[in-house]
T-cell receptor, first 117, second 112 residues
């Protein structure tokens, strides 16, 4: 099956710095990627949908200027957490929706654990 | 290891009940979730159950958890055309830094 990778798998940063998380489709082209955030001990929350060649679509309540999403190519989508603060500490997961990969199932990245000190 | 298994397809007649099943291998999970994904959309949380509960009901949705058999099910009463979607079960593990494991999803098809 298709593979989605994320880099880094974990990152620790100081408050006020920016962190970029990469999501790559390794053996298929993804025109769309979903970005999720998982709060500690809670469920996944959809943050935004990145679209190759156009602006990302953000869910209600998600700050566009804080969580910058860029779908640079058909194999790379990035999420940049700008001016990170401790409340941004979370687990961020990307996924390629069904059909995008040529398969009927959805493929999840392994996730990136962000800890902001 | 951790594994979450679901059947890939389910067809149900409109008005009947749908039962989507999920089995998992690791019994140390904290929460178990059901997510719904409609065509072209991201996952949306439907309901969840804490691992020390047996049942949870929320309107048309009933979640049953059998920890002995490591079996989770989602029952949708009076299935409607709007219930047509892919349903994912997932579990998180508190002792593993809240790592979340998803099943591959069950595509629910509603027959007229």
């Amino acid at each position: 099956g298709a593979v989605v990778s994320q880099h880094p798998s974990w990152v620790i940063c100081k408050s006020g710095t920016s962190v970029k998380i990469e999501c790559r489709s390794l053996d298929f082209q993804a025109t769309t990627m979903f970005w999720y955030r998982q709060f500690p001990k809670q469920s996944l929350m959809l943050m935004a949908t990145s679209n190759e060649g156009s602006k990302a679509t953000y869910e209600q309540g998600v700050e566009k200027d804080k969580f910058l999403i860029n779908h640079a190519s058909l194999t790379l989508s990035t999420l940049t957490v700008t001016s990170a603060h401790p409340e941004d500490s979370s687990f961020y997961i990307c996924s390629a929706p069904p059909g995008t990969s040529g398969y009927n199932e959805q493929f999840f990245g392994p996730g990136t654990r962000l800890t902001v000190l | 290891g951790e594994d979450v298994e679901q059947s890939l397809f389910l067809s149900v007649r409109e008005g009947d009940s749908s039962v989507i099943n999920c089995t998992y291998t690791d019994s140390s999970s904290t929460y178990l979730y059901w997510y719904k994904q409609e065509p072209g959309a991201g996952l949306q949380l439907l309901t969840y159950i804490f691992s020390n509960m047996d049942m949870k009901q929320d309107q048309r949705l009933t979640v049953l958890l059998n920890k002995k058999d490591k079996h989770l099910s989602l029952r949708i009463a009076d299935t409607q055309t709007g219930d047509s979607a892919i349903y994912f079960c997932a579990e998180t593990f508190m002792n593993r830094d809240d790592k979340i494991i998803f099943g591959k999803g069950t595509r629910l098809h509603i027959l007229p």
